[in-house]
């Protein structure tokens, strides 16, 4: 990511939402530290809620696509990921992947207020 990423608030192994927020370019070069990054959110999560906001993403390649699908299949717990706020281009690249099926998406107008950079 040429940007930030929140940093997940919430007590590790609980039921609880946690919200992370990517910003810039979601890409090669830096997917596998989001992935790390978004994982690790899923253990603070718990069996709860972890909702990646997404309007601060500016371009998205397949890695970046990559990366939120495995982090939507995460097999290793019961949390529940939502995409938030993705952009008309994140949209129809979802769209034409053929990917707005796999991804619960929302769109909402709350604002992360915690980064990570």
């Known amino acids: 990511m040429t940007g930030v990423l929140s940093t997940p608030r919430a007590a590790p192994k609980t039921s609880a939402t946690v919200t992370?927020?990517?910003d810039g370019d979601l890409e090669y070069a830096c997917a596998e530290k989001v992935l790390t990054?978004?994982?690790a959110a899923i253990d603070q999560a718990g069996d709860?809620?972890?909702v990646i906001d997404l309007r601060g993403v500016s371009?998205?390649?397949a890695?970046?696509?990559r990366v939120l699908i495995k982090t939507a299949a995460n097999d290793t717990s019961r949390c529940h990921v939502v995409l938030a706020n993705p952009g008309r281009f994140l949209r129809r690249i979802m769209e034409v992947?053929?990917?707005t099926g796999v991804f619960d998406i929302i769109e909402t107008t709350a604002t992360p207020t915690d980064y990570y950079r």
């Open 97 to 99: 992947t053929e990917l």
């Open 37 to 39: 990054r978004l994982r």
């Open 20 to 22: 992370v927020a990517l």
């Open 59 to 61: 371009f998205c390649d």
């Open 63 to 65: 890695a970046g696509l």
């Open 48 to 50: 709860g809620l972890l």
